[in-house]
């Protein structure tokens, strides 16, 4: 679509409706492009993997907590 729109579309006779429209369609059209390239190149798999070792980290930390917690009530 963009390579059969893009040519026709006539930025010199100024800023009327026609060519507003033209201009937004043009940048709804690469958002379009730019989330199924985003969805094809697979980032958010790599997101994910990102996101499940910060959330074992964490899960890590609030287990060491708890057992220096318990180690405390021990000692006491």
């Given at each position: 679509m963009l390579v059969i729109a893009l040519p026709r579309i006539s930025f010199a006779?100024?800023?009327?409706?026609v060519n507003i429209f033209g201009i937004v369609w043009?940048?709804?059209s690469l958002l379009i492009v730019g989330a199924h390239l985003h969805f094809i190149l697979g980032v958010d798999e790599e997101k994910k993997r990102a996101l499940e070792a910060v959330r074992r980290a964490k899960l890590r930390q609030w287990e060491m907590?708890?057992?220096?917690?318990?180690e405390q009530r021990k000692s006491v």
């Open positions: 006779g100024g800023f009327d409706w043009v940048l709804f907590k708890l057992l220096d917690k318990q």
